[in-house]
Every structure is written in structure tokens, then in C-alpha cells.
């Protein structure tokens, strides 16, 4: 016999990128997807916490970081590395630079994943999530 488990405990963070820097943004995301901030957490299950980054486009660097770090992919052919610079990949797709901040910050095991489907990244203030608008 299986039990339905219905989550009703779910948290909604909302965090504004404007407001500070790339890195500490992408740390408190990583935390509060982590449950840090739960007495319950442990690092085998997910925390039932969403997270919801807004701004995407107005994300601060410090430093020289959007002439110079890379963002890079491989096909696996003879010629097949890609690589953007941060200022590229700002004009192109915003989300990208954030979502891999946390994912960089999270646990390197299954559950990351998880994690990061319940991370969610919008390039402007407004979202489709009304129940979590401040």
C-alpha cells in the first residue's frame, strides 16, 4: 500500500538580484534550497523551499568578471568547444549565469537535480507565481 504524501509545508523565498552582488545572491539561494535555515534539514532529503530569483538582467559583478570569466561547453567532436564571456552570455540569457552560480554552490550528489527544479529564475520583477508576490 502506497501513501500519498501532500506537501503543504512548502516555503517561497523570493530574492531580488539587484540588491547585491551575483555571488551573494547565488548563496543564499544555495542555502535556503539546502534548509539550512530548517531544523529539519539533512543533507539526504530536499527541503520543501522554493526559491524564486527576480531580475535576472540586473545582476551585479564586481570587478572584471564580465570581460573575462568564460562560460564553456564541449560537443565531445574535434573542435567542438564553445565558449562565451559573462558579457555575452548576460545579453543573451541572463538566467544561465544565475542558475549555475547555485548549482556550482550546491551538493555534488542526486538530489541536485531536485534542487534546482525548484529553483526559479525570472529576467524581470514580475513572475507567474501570485500567491508569492510581495
Known amino acids: 500500500m502506497t501513501k500519498k504524501i501532500v506537501k503543504t509545508d512548502l516555503e517561497w523565498h523570493v530574492l531580488d538580484a539587484t540588491s547585491d552582488t551575483l555571488g551573494r545572491v547565488a548563496t543564499k539561494?544555495?542555502?535556503?534550497?539546502?534548509?539550512?535555515?530548517?531544523?529539519?534539514?539533512?543533507k539526504n532529503k530536499s527541503a520543501p523551499v522554493?526559491?524564486?530569483v527576480i531580475n535576472s538582467d540586473k545582476?551585479?559583478?564586481?570587478?572584471k568578471k564580465k570581460d573575462q570569466k568564460m562560460y564553456r561547453r564541449y560537443s565531445g567532436y574535434p573542435g567542438g568547444?564553445?565558449?562565451r564571456t559573462m558579457?555575452?552570455?548576460l545579453l543573451r540569457d541572463s538566467r544561465f549565469i544565475i542558475e549555475e552560480a547555485i548549482s556550482g554552490m550546491l551538493l555534488k550528489n542526486n538530489?541536485?537535480?531536485v534542487r534546482m527544479r525548484q529553483?526559479?529564475?525570472?529576467?524581470?520583477?514580475?513572475?507567474?507565481h501570485m500567491a508569492q508576490t510581495l
Open 119 to 128: 529553483l526559479h529564475v525570472y529576467k524581470t520583477d514580475s513572475h507567474p
Open 29 to 42: 539561494a544555495a542555502s535556503l534550497l539546502l534548509g539550512k535555515h530548517r531544523t529539519d534539514s539533512a
Open 111 to 113: 538530489l541536485r537535480a
Open 59 to 63: 545582476v551585479k559583478v564586481t570587478g
Open 81 to 83: 568547444l564553445h565558449e
Open 87 to 89: 558579457k555575452e552570455q
Open 50 to 52: 522554493h526559491v524564486i
